[in-house]
């Protein structure tokens, strides 16, 4: 078979024919060298007539037709055989066999491009196995000689279409979109695109200099589906969708919402790629995670974005890519002793402010930071180090830009058609309409597309209160009741618990979160008993109650002792994780340092203690990256992390609590084995608001392991402060928030005390300790004396 060549520049490019492409510049192109042509005595007869009607030619050049191989393509009629093609960039055309046996001129029938060859004999038998090219060339001199589209059948079968509209396609990824293939022994692209309510699809591109109806996709019929196999088109292909919509017969270039790959913005064309070359080593780490018990094992997350980890100096490039960034992130974030990294959306967006929340390409990584491979990397090695991967996801809202899912085929596809549930007023971006099945679908594919191709180990779902509420942030009047008149949205919690089901029935292991910051009941409860399924739900109450706690002056905490208890009567209703996440260190919020009280010494003091309070809290953990550093200003993305802060000892000291607490609270079962049992924790004492001081234990699954947490909220030392303890022995002091090197004043109990046969708070034995100003305290009993 002939063999197309793929050359770079301009030899071979009118820049006049790239018109309808916004904002690219030339890029791949296809080229042959020039041959001679000769055409075959009495292949072709003059005596033929073209049977091909008027109208069917008008609907071809005006980019009307729905099945262009009606029209396009091979047809027989009374043994004869006309061969068609829609060629508008082409002044001449012709058509020739595989192997250059013979060469037929095809006439052009129209000044747009329609041209057609005649035979007098039939194209079946021998020939129709052979085959034929086309070839054409411009007024440029470009040529082109490849096999014609129209000869090959769809790829895809009746019954991918049908699952796909109930909404059970669950590897939609792999039937739409665009996908390298071989057809008949012919290398190809193959796309595909849901647009039901165009009334013609096209796709564009270098290959065809974004000429719009120069490659005509076929309809497949009431599934809505447009699907077009493109000969010898290569990896790294760009190219959009030009939908023509039925309502006023206007053209919008699209991306593809199947897009694995995009160009780097401001650039939106979409990008062919292969998603399967990767060779993956985390063989070990995706065996073991399928059969761990996330909800007893120690999770603690640092939350980050990539793009103002760290950066480069360069103003033009500043981000650092997937694989570079990998060289310093997972060894940093290893030594801290973070279980997982968390990132802020990676999926492609196109404003760098939204810090990746708005997403036009759910199935795109976005470009910024490097090709596809390049994540799987990222994720391979955090892996290989023993680091899991969780990834935050957007499937809330998504945003309005003209070219990507709103108003995708010139009706409301992906958005609700009814404007009272159509836009999300906070962020002025689109709702999906979790009601239709093919959205539906788009969504769960989605989730597991990251599951299996990027192998990550879990999805943090961003603003489901959103999804949840019909009336969320709208006022009376600006919503509309659900078939009950209730605010409940149905069709979101159905999708959530359709998500869930199938997300832990095909990847036992993986992590499903939800950042839910309301009451609703059983969040995280198995769907078959009325949950929502997910795995976890962030505990906000927890974080906002902490927050105003820690931020109100010691002098005044006592007024206030109940932000820091209130917490536990909830504590274990749900699976929970305690973020201290981006939302609290942005927009006036201030740094994590900035809203502790007091001089630079106990803003300090009173940061370490929050972050040893929050482990010893029941509940996963989560932080922001920077709030291991004490950073003094709120998070931005347009700079990096001060890491100059790390040459301070108040600084540094807290960057080693943070990784001492991590330690403790892996290699302690008594920390997260029993997370969300009430059998995890039990009060020593409560109530001693007073003095602003709490204490309390925790256990592990089996009660073999405990540890006791003492937290002094005021900066004044107290001496001989007497606790119960449960059993009689040596009480190891395991950490001490005041310790010299974390910064601290250094007052303690030289390493640990003896437990006294003198019953208090309701125990028979107790122990009389010191407690350091703003600290935390943790001892563990040993069965054996100090040494």
């Known amino acids: 078979m002939f063999e197309v060549v793929r050359v770079r520049g301009d030899d071979f490019v009118d820049h006049s024919l790239q018109k309808n492409r916004d904002n690219h510049e030339p890029g791949l192109h296809f080229s042959v060298e020039t041959q001679r042509y000769q055409c075959l005595s009495g292949l072709a007869s003059k005596s033929t007539k073209s049977w091909v009607k008027q109208e069917e030619i008008l609907r071809v050049t005006r980019f009307e037709e729905s099945d262009p191989r009606l029209v396009l393509g091979p047809h027989t009629s009374n043994k004869a055989t006309a061969i068609r093609a829609f060629l508008p960039l082409a002044e001449r055309a012709w058509v020739q066999h595989p192997a250059g046996f013979w060469t037929v001129e095809m006439n052009k029938l129209t000044s747009d491009g329609f041209y057609e060859a005649l035979f007098e004999e039939s194209f079946d038998g021998k020939r129709l196995e052979e085959g034929y090219l086309i070839g054409y060339e411009d007024s440029s001199g470009f040529k082109l000689l490849t096999e014609d589209?129209?000869?090959?059948?769809?790829?895809?079968?009746?019954?991918?279409?049908?699952?796909?509209?109930?909404?059970?396609?669950?590897?939609?990824?792999?039937?739409?979109?665009?996908?390298?293939?071989?057809?008949?022994?012919?290398?190809?692209?193959?796309?595909?695109?849901?647009?039901?309510?165009?009334?013609?699809?096209?796709?564009?591109?270098?290959?065809?200099?974004?000429?719009?109806?120069?490659h005509p996709m076929i309809n497949r019929g009431a599934s809505g589906v447009w699907e077009l196999f493109v000969p010898r088109l290569k990896e790294e292909e760009v190219y959009k969708y030009a939908v023509k919509f039925r309502s006023d017969g206007s053209v919008k270039q699209r991306t593809d919402p199947y897009a694995f790959k995009t160009e780097l913005r401001p650039h939106t064309a979409s990008v062919v790629t292969n998603l399967n070359a990767y060779e993956w080593g985390d063989t070990d780490w995706m065996a073991q995670r399928r059969t761990n018990s996330v909800v007893e094992s120690p999770i603690s997350i640092y939350?980050?974005?990539?793009?103002?980890?760290?950066?480069k100096q360069d103003e033009k490039e500043p981000f650092f890519g997937y694989k570079e960034i990998a060289e310093e992130l997972i060894p940093y974030v290893k030594q801290m002793g973070y279980t997982h990294v968390e990132l802020l959306p990676v999926m492609e967006h196109p404003f760098d402010g939204s810090w990746g929340y708005q997403v036009i390409n759910y199935y795109a990584p976005t470009a910024r930071y490097g090709a596809p491979q390049d994540l799987m990397f990222f994720i391979d090695q955090c892996h290989r180090s023993g680091l899991g991967v969780i990834l935050d996801w957007v499937p809330a809202h998504f945003p309005k830009d003209d070219y990507g899912l709103s108003f995708y085929d010139g009706s409301h596809l992906y958005e609700p058609d009814d404007p009272l549930l159509r836009e999300h007023p906070d962020w002025g971006t689109l709702v999906f309409n979790y009601g239709r099945n093919e959205v539906r679908n788009f969504l769960v594919s989605n989730a597991l597309f990251w599951l299996e191709k990027y192998h990550v180990d879990g999805l943090r779902i961003d603003?489901?209160?959103?999804?949840?509420?019909?009336?969320?942030?709208?006022?009376?009047?600006?919503?509309?009741?659900?078939?009950?008149?209730?605010?409940?949205?149905?069709?979101?919690?159905?999708?959530?618990?359709?998500?869930?089901?199938?997300?832990?029935?095909?990847?036992?292991?993986?992590?499903?979160?939800?950042?839910?910051?309301?009451?609703?009941?059983?969040?995280?409860?198995?769907?078959?008993?009325?949950?929502?399924?997910?795995?976890?739900?962030?505990?906000?109450?927890?974080?906002?109650?902490?927050?105003?706690?820690?931020?109100?002056?010691?002098?005044?905490?006592?007024?206030?002792?109940?932000?820091?208890?209130?917490?536990?009567?909830?504590?274990?209703?749900?699976?929970?994780i305690l973020p201290l996440s981006h939302d609290e260190v942005v927009h006036g919020k201030g740094s994590m340092l900035s809203k502790m009280p007091g001089d630079e010494w106990q803003k300090f003091a009173n940061l370490r203690?929050?972050?040893?309070?929050?482990?010893?809290?029941?509940?996963?953990?989560?932080?922001?990256?920077?709030?291991?550093?004490?950073?003094?200003?709120?998070?931005?993305?347009?700079?990096?992390?001060?890491?100059?802060?790390?040459?301070?000892?108040?600084?540094?000291g807290v960057n080693l609590l943070v990784r001492d607490l991590n330690t403790l609270y892996r290699t302690h079962s008594a920390l997260h084995t029993a997370d969300a049992s009430p059998a995890g924790f039990e009060w020593i004492d409560f109530g001693d608001a007073l003095q602003s001081v709490i204490s309390f234990l925790r256990?592990?699954?089996?009660?073999?392991?405990?540890?006791?947490?003492?937290?002094?909220?005021?900066?004044?030392?107290?001496?001989?402060?007497?606790?119960?303890?449960?059993?009689?022995?040596?009480?190891?002091?395991?950490?001490?928030?005041?310790?010299?090197?974390?910064?601290?004043?250094?007052?303690?109990?030289?390493?640990?005390?003896?437990?006294?046969?003198?019953?208090?708070?309701?125990?028979?034995?107790?122990?009389?300790?010191?407690?350091?100003?703003?600290?935390?305290?943790?001892?563990?009993?040993?069965?054996?004396?100090?040494?």
């Open 149 to 214: 589209p129209y000869c090959f059948e769809p790829t895809i079968s009746d019954y991918e279409l049908y699952l796909f509209g109930k909404g059970e396609l669950q590897r939609s990824y792999d039937t739409l979109g665009a996908h390298l293939k071989v057809r008949n022994g012919v290398p190809g692209v193959a796309f595909a695109v849901w647009a039901p309510n165009a009334r013609a699809v096209s796709v564009v591109g270098n290959f065809n200099h974004w000429t719009v109806g120069a």
């Open 609 to 652: 203690l929050c972050y040893a309070y929050m482990f010893g809290h029941p509940g996963k953990k989560l932080m922001f990256m920077g709030d291991e550093l004490g950073e003094p200003r709120e998070w931005s993305e347009s700079r990096s992390l001060d890491w100059e802060l790390l040459k301070s000892e108040l600084h540094k």
């Open 699 to 787: 256990y592990s699954k089996d009660r073999k392991d405990f540890l006791v947490f003492v937290c002094n909220m005021t900066p004044l030392p107290r001496h001989s402060y007497r606790i119960g303890v449960p059993i009689k022995g040596y009480y190891k002091e395991v950490l001490n928030t005041d310790a010299s090197e974390y910064g601290g004043s250094g007052v303690g109990n030289f390493g640990g005390v003896h437990s006294e046969d003198l019953p208090f708070h309701g125990r028979p034995y107790s122990v009389s300790i010191t407690l350091p100003p703003l600290g935390a305290l943790v001892f563990q009993f040993s069965t054996g004396s100090k040494s």
């Open 303 to 311: 939350e980050l974005h990539l793009g103002s980890w760290k950066r």
């Open 463 to 576: 603003a489901v209160s959103s999804m949840l509420y019909l009336d969320y942030s709208r006022r009376p009047g600006q919503w509309r009741p659900n078939k009950y008149g209730g605010r409940e949205n149905l069709e979101a919690i159905s999708f959530l618990q359709q998500l869930n089901s199938v997300v832990h029935q095909r990847f036992p292991g993986a992590v499903v979160i939800a950042e839910e910051s309301t009451a609703w009941g059983g969040v995280s409860r198995p769907v078959y008993s009325g949950g929502l399924g997910f795995d976890f739900k962030w505990n906000m109450g927890w974080m906002h109650d902490t927050l105003e706690y820690f931020s109100t002056d010691p002098l005044y905490r006592k007024f206030v002792h109940a932000k820091l208890t209130f917490s536990l009567w909830y504590a274990f209703s749900e699976n929970f």
